[in-house]
């Protein structure tokens, strides 16, 4: 009887380890699902803008490029920069027979920001407008720039460039958790059927 319960005990032990692992790949798979839509961008049906990077870490009086691309030919694009959801740049891409911009062959934009300064710290986004052939907007994902003053330390942006993601520990402890309470108390259920069987 106690082989047949150790036996018992096993095998629930490695079917809750087997199915932590399943919940595990899940929870990779989709933070990497999560990950690739992130870095697409935002799209309007089948408008995909895309934007990076997605963070930039510099010094006053550095220079910061920003790259905004879509895919897709269309006669004319409108190009919105926004710092902070307030607009700071627009420009207009015309594609004609004979006259076909070299941006627009590359169907990208750049927002250059030359001698940073501390107040350039903030979220940009390039958002894109289709207004001919027919109206559709798409926005990128985003850029963070954090300008660093003389007082910030190597430390200080160290951890800022890898920032912790308390989702993941969250979802990790949700799948953990329980599984060892599981386990815990088939390992109890165990013993106390250990005692009875020597009673």
């Known amino acids: 009887m106690l082989l047949e319960n150790i036996s018992a005990y096993c095998i629930c032990t490695k079917t809750l380890m087997l199915l932590a692992l399943e919940i595990?790949?899940?929870v990779w798979s989709c933070n990497d699902l999560c990950s690739t839509l992130c870095l697409t961008g935002v799209s309007s049906?089948?408008?995909?803008?895309t934007q990076s990077p997605d963070h930039v870490f510099v010094r006053k009086g550095e220079t910061v490029n920003i790259t905004c691309c879509w895919k897709g030919k269309f006669e004319r694009i409108r190009v919105n920069w926004l710092k902070n959801q307030t607009e700071i740049r627009?420009?207009?891409f015309i594609n004609q027979p004979n006259v076909f911009l070299k941006k627009e062959e590359k169907k990208c934009y750049f927002l250059k920001i030359s001698n940073i300064r501390p107040d350039d710290s903030g979220t940009y986004i390039c958002k894109v407008t289709v207004e001919i052939p027919s109206l559709t907007e798409a926005k990128g994902n985003g850029t963070v720039i954090t300008v660093k003053t003389g007082n910030d330390t190597g430390n200080n942006s160290q951890n800022s460039l890898y920032p912790g993601n308390p989702t993941n520990v969250i979802i990790s402890l949700a799948v953990v958790?329980?599984?060892l309470l599981v386990t815990l108390v088939c390992y109890?259920?165990?013993?106390?059927?250990q005692g009875t069987n020597f009673k």
């Open 177 to 179: 958790v329980p599984l």
């Open 45 to 49: 049906g089948t408008f995909v803008v």
């Open 24 to 26: 595990m790949q899940y």
């Open 188 to 193: 109890c259920t165990l013993r106390r059927k």
């Open 90 to 92: 627009s420009d207009y």
